[in-house]
T-cell receptor, first 112, second 112 residues
Framework: DAKTTQPNSMESNEEEPVHLPCNHS???????IHWYRQLPSQGPEYVIH???SNVNNRMASLAIAEDRKSSTLILHRATLRDAAVYYC?????????????FGKGTKLTVNP | DAGITQSPRHKVTETGTPVTLRCHQT?????MYWYRQDPGHGLRLIHY???????DKGEVSDGYSVSRSKTEDFLLTLESATSSQTSVYFC???????????FGPGTRLTVT
């Protein structure tokens, strides 16, 4: 089972910032935090990932708590195209193999 | 967009028949994955490959087999399809294990 907890849904207004939270209280020291999103009727799309430090890319920013038990995906200016399900995922290393375990994610609605 | 295609995109088959889904990539990435997505379950890993002829099981591998004889192709076979295997199947590729996965458009399989 996924070891992350996210709200089922969130709403935002267009052109406003969005903060999507994720709790991962059982994260281990070697687990990376990944974010993917899935637009309607499409496959998931990579957004960002990080280990300890905050990360920025052209799509979003990732803020990681100092104790690493939680993180926040930040969309600086939401657009209608950002309406999607957002998945917070820990990259698990088990017995030498690694896999991503997707939870149910947060469905983000962006209002015009 | 990453060069990844899936075929067929839609398929309806009868219980007990064999089915093969194909994932094809033009990126020469080492890692390839098969997921299924069902309402209420999110994405679940079926099998993955970390090189030609190197594959391993995911969390829901029962009833599925895979083969990878070439870098660019990863086949998922349902030996005897069951109604519980009705789902949307996504293929993903990655150059560096689990850092960034790129997903295909998906195959919608219905088993009647």
């Amino acid at each position: 089972d996924a070891k992350t907890t996210q709200p089922n849904s969130m709403e935002s207004n267009e052109e406003e910032p969005v903060h999507l939270p994720c709790n991962h209280s059982t994260i281990s020291g070697t687990d990376y935090i990944h974010w993917y999103r899935q637009l309607p009727s499409q496959g998931p799309e990579y957004v960002i990932h990080g280990l300890t430090s905050n990360v920025n890319n052209r799509m979003a920013s990732l803020a990681i708590a100092e104790d690493r038990k939680s993180s926040t995906l930040i969309l600086h200016r939401a657009t209608l195209r950002d309406a999607a399900v957002y998945y917070c995922i820990l990259r698990e290393a088990q017995g030498g193999s690694e896999k991503l375990v997707f939870g149910k994610g947060t469905k983000l609605t962006v209002n015009p | 967009d990453a060069g990844i295609t899936q075929s067929p995109r839609h398929k309806v088959t009868e219980t007990g028949t064999p089915v093969t889904l194909r994932c094809h990539q033009t990126e020469n990435h080492r890692y390839m994955y098969w997921y299924r997505q069902d309402p209420g379950h999110g994405l679940r890993l079926i099998h993955y490959s970390y090189g030609v002829k190197d594959t391993d099981k995911g969390e829901v591998s029962d009833g599925y087999s895979v083969s990878r004889s070439k870098t660019e192709d990863f086949l998922l076979t349902l030996e005897s399809a069951t109604s519980s295997q009705t789902s949307v199947y996504f293929c993903a590729i990655s150059a560096r294990g689990l850092y960034e996965q790129y997903f295909g458009p998906g195959t919608r399989l219905t088993v009647t």
